[in-house]
């Protein structure tokens, strides 16, 4: 494992090896039962290209009402817990006793990207947002703290985490696009990126 700073984030390369990536997908299993992918939409109305489910006891949704946590899946149910296999990350990662309560989990078909954001849906900027990268390689581009001007690009690959924390926490970021099929961790390809949240 190596440690690469860009702009604030701190991404650790291969932190996760095949075994252990392997193993979260096995765990990631009863949670897309419990709370399946759904594909969100804008408040303007525009459909995402990534699908995208939640586990812990705030999940991330978005539609014409805006961004924002809900209790519960769109379907209903109450979002499942986060697994303690995700949740030994954190804790070695952030050294914090306060846990997440949110686990984004954001899966990239064919062609999927996500455009440049801000992660500023929680109530205290404080708290790291630790992502887990599985799956196809993908082009992670970072930016500023606010829109526009120049921005720095790499490559996540499967078993990679980044750790966006204290000045970085609000730096611009996104997806620009996968390279389809360069993992062989997912059946049928694909990559699925883990963010955990403290949002209350």
Request: a positive charge; hydrophobic letters at 35%; aromatic letters at 8%.
């Amino acid at each position: 494992m190596t440690r690469v700073t860009i702009r604030g984030f701190d991404i650790y390369k291969g932190y996760l090896d095949t075994g252990a990536q392997t193993r979260l997908i096995e765990v990631l299993r009863p949670v897309l039962k419990s709370a399946p992918l759904f594909r969100p939409t804008t408040a303007r109305g525009k459909e995402m290209s990534v699908r995208m489910t939640s586990a812990g006891t705030h999940g991330w949704v978005s539609d014409r009402r805006g961004y924002r946590y809900e209790p519960a899946h769109p379907a209903g149910a109450g979002w499942p817990a986060i697994p303690e296999e995700i949740l030994g990350i954190w804790r070695d990662l952030t050294g914090l006793e306060r846990l997440p309560d949110s686990c984004l989990v954001n899966y990239y078909g064919e062609g999927a990207r996500m455009g440049m954001h801000q992660d500023r849906d929680e109530a205290d900027f404080s708290y790291p947002v630790v992502s887990v990268s599985l799956g196809d390689d993908a082009l992670f581009r970072i930016g500023n703290t606010t829109r526009g001007g120049k921005t720095e690009s790499v490559w996540l690959n499967s078993g990679d985490v980044a750790v966006m924390g204290g000045p970085a926490r609000l730096t611009y970021h996104g997806i620009d696009r996968i390279r389809f099929g360069s993992s062989r961790l997912l059946p049928k390809g694909g990559r699925i990126n883990l963010t955990l949240r403290v949002v209350t």
